[in-house]
């Protein structure tokens, strides 16, 4: 990990863990943390990966994958990745101007109609994270000619509010004919593609779930020494401990593959299939690491109390969020097929393609 | 063994759905999802079940029950679960402490306690965790002191369910400090001084389960159940009740697997192979749960449960975790809801999810079930 890196990781896990403790985690689920947003975005995070000339950080975007997974290690109700990484992308590659507050970013369902000098959008923008306060929205819309990025207010559209499993709110905004401002809207970068943004998604979902496994790792572990039944702490017994020891495992599978598909960015590389690869392996180690962390918790783990369950809901609503194992599996399938036998091989082998591993960066 | 229906089991089996067919509309659905309000749904319901003489259906007919063959007990069970019927609210009350004083209470016992659960006037529930004393509930530290012809009982309770409604509670408390010879049972009444509940939100977001604080609370010498320090062996028989409700079905596993059948024909995945293999095994395992549970009845009908119930427990709790599991996944991003929409329609396999993560908890740990089956039925050393 560079120098850099570790510098804004520290940084951020200061600043998290002053700010973003289990309180400010729990009052958010149903209410918008405007002064946790104002300390993150004053440190620059939510644009850190876009560019210096666009107002954000100049750091990689494997570096802002990074700050994600460290904030999802506290569970930081925040569209931290949504506004830089989606958003943020979408707006500075068509060249269009990066509003501050938090952004949010549709791929799918809308379209736009030119004629004369009017831009007009239309369709339904489903699930967008924090689209409710969303100061803009950048939408990629199919046109006639091709792709076009427009930044628009949700205001101008029908937002219809709602949340995932987490609590965090996932809102549906309906654009029916909106007519967008001419420094509003510009053709989409060639390298700019749904499939791309599906990519990105993906692995900024995978990257959060591998924070919050760190997470819940950490807690049960403290836990189980903690507690104490028969006499001893339960970490005492084996059928204990060999549990954590797998849940340790899994903390470790989903942020090696995780780490994969950022050496892949880091190298110049799309990552195509490590990013497929990591949100298959997150999204399998998410339900057993949530199994697990809560069995060890026992009933203290199964109330709202106890703030576990602000981690293990993220873990299941994320493992959903922009394409489950199912989904991420077959396409991955298809990729290793296409490519045909020998091709395998070098697939999972080829050492310029992958990293040695490297410690994670997600800790509390 | 003989799967099918006899043709006493048959008959009951038409008897019982045409009821059913002509009773349910008849309830102010929906069922409403807080407690409080489903109480006052559960006490329209039960009485209704009461009045048609099937509340107690396991219960001997000397105690308001109907005495039936443990046939007939599945065979009612699987009718209710297939038309949908409501919660049973007194869970506790007829499937634990109900069977617990049938077994251990005196005729006064009996008759004071046994028609109020039936007809669904007193809901009871259990006041045995402790914050110290979870899976070592042997633990546990509230204390029973003597006074004039009873005791006043201090200290702490959770994970009480229900206890907010609850009218009477099975109580552990220590009459002296031998780990298990201090522990005495007492049948302990909740609506008086000296009980404070708080509420505890689960995961689920409902706040079902309680915080229950006693301090000098009043309980007389006649609602001790068995002998003074001699609660233990009474609550080891109590755990036996409640896992085998546990282990035959309180979650509806053939409702719910048939919901899951319709699932996979909806969502069009019904030709993808690596579905088809998961719905064929949640299948086998489904029916191999039925035949477990009808070995813990079985066990019932020759005493009290055995360790084999442990058993029960330990394959249904994967199995419901595991169907609500591929549900949520068949369902993709609209089968995880929002908070608060876990009781509504597809809300429920987001609810049964969760459900099945308190099931690997309550009524003793996955761990510990393994302990007993270990110790008690293999006989390895302890
Ligand atoms: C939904 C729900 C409803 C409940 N309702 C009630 C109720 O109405 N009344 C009531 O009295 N209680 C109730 N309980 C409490 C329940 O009985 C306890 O939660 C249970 O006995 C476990 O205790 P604990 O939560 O303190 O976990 P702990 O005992 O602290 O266990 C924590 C972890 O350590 C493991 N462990 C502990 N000891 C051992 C061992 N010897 N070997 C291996 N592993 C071990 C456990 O398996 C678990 O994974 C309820 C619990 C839940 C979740």
Redesign the pocket.
């Known amino acids: 990990m560079s120098d850099h890196r570790h510098l804004l990781l520290d940084t951020v896990g200061r600043m998290l863990s002053e700010c973003c403790g289990p309180d400010v985690v729990g009052a958010a689920e149903g209410s918008w943390p405007a002064d946790l947003w104002r300390v993150v975005e004053a440190a620059g995070l939510p644009l850190a990966a876009v560019d210096e000339a666009a107002g954000g950080g100049g750091a990689t975007v494997a570096d802002a994958l990074t700050v994600a997974r460290l904030a999802a290690s506290y569970a930081a109700p925040l569209p931290l990745g949504e506004t830089g990484l989606l958003a943020g992308h979408l707006l500075t590659t068509a060249g269009l101007a990066v509003p501050s507050g938090p952004l949010a970013a549709a791929w799918t369902g809308v379209e736009v109609r030119l004629d004369g000098g009017r831009c007009v959008l239309s369709g339904r923008a489903d699930r967008l994270p924090w689209g409710r306060v969303a100061s803009r929205i950048a939408v990629l819309a199919e046109g006639a000619d091709g792709l076009h990025v427009c930044s628009v207010e949700p205001s101008a559209g029908t937002v219809e509010v709602g949340s995932n499993v987490a609590g965090e709110p996932r809102d549906s905004v309906v654009f029916h004919g909106v007519e967008i401002a001419a420094g509003d809207h510009a053709r989409a970068a060639a390298e700019v593609t749904r499939a791309a943004l599906d990519g990105r998604g993906a692995l900024l979902r995978a990257a959060q779930i591998a924070g919050a496994i760190t997470a819940a790792t950490r807690l049960t572990v403290i836990?189980?020494g903690e507690?104490?039944?028969?006499g001893r702490p339960?970490a005492k017994?084996?059928?204990?401990g060999q549990?954590l020891a797998l849940l340790a495992a899994e903390e470790a599978a989903a942020n090696a593959a995780v780490e994969l598909a950022l050496a892949a960015l880091d190298a110049g590389r799309d990552g195509v299939d490590e990013i497929a690869a990591a949100k298959v392996r997150a999204g399998e180690a998410a339900g057993s690491a949530a199994e697990i962390a809560h069995?060890?918790?026992?009933?203290?783990?199964?109330t709202r109390e106890h703030r576990l369950h602000h981690l293990t809901r993220r873990l299941w609503a994320w493992r959903d969020e922009y394409g489950s194992e199912a989904i991420w599996a077959r396409r991955l399938g298809e990729r290793a097929l296409t490519a045909g036998g020998n091709a395998t091989w070098t697939m999972i082998t080829d050492t310029s393609r992958s990293a040695a591993p490297v410690a994670s960066g997600a800790t509390t | 063994m003989f799967f099918g229906d006899t043709e006493e089991e048959a008959q009951f089996r038409a008897e019982v759905r045409t009821w059913l067919e002509a009773t349910l509309p008849t309830l102010p659905w929906p069922e409403p999802a807080g407690l409080e309000d489903r109480l006052v749904f559960f006490r329209q319901w039960q009485s209704l079940v009461h009045e048609a003489g099937y509340a107690g259906l396991s219960w001997p007919a000397e105690y308001g029950g109907r005495g039936a063959s443990l046939g007939l007990q599945a065979v009612f069970a699987e009718e209710l679960d297939r038309a949908g019927a409501p919660d049973r609210v007194n869970g506790?009350g007829e499937g634990f402490a109900g069977m617990t004083i049938i077994e251990h209470g005196t005729d006064a016992h009996k008759s004071r306690f046994l028609a109020p659960i039936l007809r669904g006037e007193e809901i009871w529930?259990?006041?045995?965790?402790?914050?110290?004393?979870?899976?070592?509930?042997a633990g546990l530290q509230c204390r029973a002191e003597r006074d004039g012809d009873g005791y006043r009982i201090t200290g702490q309770?959770?994970?009480?369910?229900?206890?907010q409604i609850a009218d009477w509670a099975i109580l552990?408390a220590r009459t002296s400090g031998k780990r298990h010879d201090g522990i005495t049972y007492f049948l302990f009444p909740m609506k008086q001084e000296g009980v404070t509940i708080r509420p505890l939100t689960?995961i689920t977001g409902d706040a079902?389960?309680n915080e229950v604080f006693l301090e000098n609370a009043f309980v007389p010498d006649e609602c001790i159940l068995g002998r003074v320090g001699d609660g233990w062996r009474l609550a080891k028989a109590t755990l036996g009740y409640e896992r085998v409700v546990i282990a035959t079905g309180r979650m509806n596993i053939q409702k719910w697997l048939g919901e899951l059948m319709e699932l996979v024909r909806e969502s069009g995945q019904g030709e993808d192979p690596a579905v088809r293999a998961r719905v064929a095994d949640l299948w086998g395992r489904a029916l191999v749960h039925r035949l477990n549970g009808a070995r813990a009845l079985t066990q019932l009908g020759t005493g009290a449960p055995g360790p084999e119930s442990s058993v029960g427990k330990l394959f249904m709790t994967p199995l419901a975790s595991d169907i609500a599991d591929f549900a949520l996944e068949l369902g993709g991003l609209d089968a995880r809801v929002a908070p608060g929409a876990e009781m509504q329609g597809d809300g429920r396999w987001q609810r049964m999810s969760y459900?099945a993560?308190?099931?690997?908890?309550?009524?003793?740990?996955?761990?510990?079930q393994?302990?007993i089956v270990a110790e008690r039925v293999l006989g390895l050393p302890r």
């Not at chain 1, 507690?227 to 028969?230: A, I, S, T, W």
């Not at chain 2, 259990?126 to 509930?137: R, T």
């Not at chain 2, 993560?357 to 510990?368: C, E, H, L, P």
């Open positions: 836990y189980a507690r104490q039944q028969f339960i017994f084996q059928a204990v549990q069995q060890v918790h026992g009933a203290i783990g199964f | 506790i529930c259990q006041l045995f965790s402790e914050p110290g004393a979870g899976s070592d509930l309770k959770v994970w009480t369910s229900r206890g552990l689960q079902e389960f459900m993560r308190g099931m690997a908890i309550a009524g003793g740990t996955t761990q510990i393994k302990n």
